[in-house]
């Protein structure tokens, strides 16, 4: 059987790794003074956070027309795939997911196999990448989502933004009463809570620095209780420096981890906000 391998543009793989694995990418929408942009095909990430500063309305995302989708598809079909592993965005920020669940009896000539990653950003690369090297070497279906499903456990993160509004305005923070940034001048601190997995906020710190030493703390916890090899990522919101001046900080305290660099595009990037920054990591799957 010949695999195909799917995800959405929130991954933020890089051109290379798209190439390299075969993956094959669906732009998602995001919209910016009533304009539609197609993430990483109609805007750049730069592009983006400039229009961002100068917008006059709030941005939103939205989903892939229905009938593209199917299209999209089909073609993988007509390129010789007998089925499709579609890993996207969490279900719980997104409707993707769902959609493409009813929608993929409609597919004529390919058998799709929708994949809730339960996160983004490339967490949920390394998840596409992982199964991408694995249709290669020939494993099943079946085989790939338990590999897929075993990874996403391991899975972990703390996202630090400078306020609230931007989750709250997106409806995509469930407890955002409880944490209002902006008013109490402090920075909290979100994640993907393990059962509802949804987006929550956790704890507030006074200042960036503190922040960042808690999720540092958080981090090194879990290094502590598992079993296996932890690969970290620093993402950050059109904020390198500081994201590169962190990654240097966490080489030279755990070089044994492997530590990669990523960031937060247009449609993630709508959400948290400009100058957000995380700390992420799972089992490495290169180990």
Known sequence: MKIAVVTDSTAYLTDKQIADNNIHV?????????????????????????????SKTFPSTSQPAIGELITFYENLGKQGYDAVISIHLASTISGFYQTLKNVASEVKGIKVYPFDSQITVMLMGNLALKAARMAKAGASVEEIFTELEALRKTMNECFIVDDLQNLVRGGRLSNATAFIGSVLKIKPLLT????????VAFDKVRSMKKALKRAEKIFEEEKKRVDYPLRLIVIHANDLNAAESWKKELSKKYPDCQIDLSYFGPVVGTHLGEKAIALAWMRDIDK
Request: glycine share 2%; net charge negative.
């Open 26 to 54: 669906i732009p998602i929408p995001v919209i910016i003074d009533n304009e539609v942009y197609k993430e990483g095909v109609d805007i750049s990430t730069e592009e983006f956070y400039e229009k961002l500063k100068k």
């Open 192 to 199: 993907f809570d393990n059962d509802s997995h949804k987006i």
